[in-house]
C-alpha cells in the first residue's frame, strides 16, 4: 500500500456524461500528478498540482480539468467522455518541496473508467 | 522538456536468465532516475532508484547503472523469476528542482518463462 488512495476502484459510464475521479495523497505530500493509461500503453502525464497551484500540464484535453483542494486531495473532471477515453488514471503524489526527498513518487491503485 | 527512450519494448527471457533494459533521457540536469514495475491491472511500483551522484546501485537482484555523460541508464535483473514478469517503466524528471514531474519512458514488458 503506498498511502495514495483513489475513488471509484471502477466506473462505467455513457458516451457524453461526466465523470469526477477523487485522489487523497499521502500523508505530508504536497504535489498530486495524474496520470492516463489505455490500454496496453504507457503513462500518459495529464496534470500536476503543488499545494493547491497548478504545476506542470502535459497532453490534457480540454475537456478535462483538475483541481486540488486545500486539503490537498484533488479531483479530476472528464467531461463530454468518449469511447478513447476509456482507460486506467492513476494519481501519484511526492512530496515535491525543495529539501525534500527528490521526486519519488507514489502511485494510487488507480480508477478504471469505462465509456460505453 | 526531458525525452526519455527506452529499449526494448518487450523482452522474453528463460527463468534464471538475466534481463536488461536501458533508457536515454536527454535533459542533463535530471539528477534522478527511477523504475516502476507494474503488474496487469495493477500500480505502478517504485522498485529501485539512483541518483546522479552515483554510478550503480544494487538492491538484492536488481541494479541499477547510471551514465552521466552519456546519459543513459539501465535496469539489470539478475536470476529472473516468473515473478518477474511485468512491465518495466524509467523515468527521469524536468531537470533537478524537487517536486518536478517524470517524463516515462514507454515500457518494456518482460516476460519470464518456466
Known amino acids: 500500500d503506498s498511502g495514495v488512495t483513489q475513488t471509484p476502484k471502477h466506473l462505467i459510464t455513457a458516451t457524453g456524461q461526466r465523470v469526477t475521479l477523487r485522489c487523497s495523497p499521502r500523508s505530508g505530500d504536497l504535489s498530486v500528478y495524474w496520470y492516463q493509461q489505455s490500454l496496453d500503453q504507457g503513462l500518459q502525464f495529464l496534470i500536476q498540482?503543488?499545494?493547491?497551484?497548478?504545476?506542470a500540464k502535459g497532453n490534457i484535453l480540454e475537456r478535462f480539468s483538475a483541481q486540488q483542494f486545500p486539503d490537498l486531495h484533488s479531483e479530476l473532471n472528464l467531461s463530454s467522455l468518449e469511447l478513447g477515453d476509456s482507460a486506467l488514471y492513476f494519481c501519484?503524489?511526492?512530496?515535491?518541496?525543495?529539501?525534500?526527498?527528490?521526486?519519488?513518487?507514489?502511485f494510487g491503485p488507480g480508477t478504471r473508467l469505462t465509456v460505453l | 522538456g526531458e525525452n526519455v527512450e527506452q529499449h526494448p519494448s518487450t523482452l522474453s527471457v528463460q527463468e534464471g536468465d538475466s534481463a536488461v533494459i536501458k533508457c536515454t533521457y536527454s535533459d542533463s540536469a535530471s539528477n534522478y532516475f527511477p523504475w516502476y514495475k507494474q503488474e496487469l491491472g495493477k500500480r505502478p511500483q517504485l522498485i529501485i532508484d539512483?541518483?546522479?551522484?552515483?554510478g550503480e546501485k544494487k538492491d538484492q537482484r536488481i541494479a541499477v547503472t547510471l551514465n552521466k555523460t552519456a546519459k543513459h541508464f539501465s535496469l539489470h535483473i539478475t536470476e529472473t523469476q516468473p515473478e518477474d514478469s511485468a512491465v518495466y517503466f524509467c523515468a527521469a524528471p524536468n531537470g533537478k528542482a524537487a517536486g518536478n514531474k517524470l517524463t516515462f519512458g514507454g515500457g518494456t514488458r518482460v516476460l519470464v518463462k518456466p
Open positions: 501519484a503524489s511526492s512530496v515535491g518541496v525543495a529539501g525534500g526527498l527528490d521526486n519519488e513518487q507514489f
Open positions: 498540482y503543488y499545494n493547491g497551484e497548478e504545476r
Open positions: 539512483i541518483r546522479s551522484n552515483v
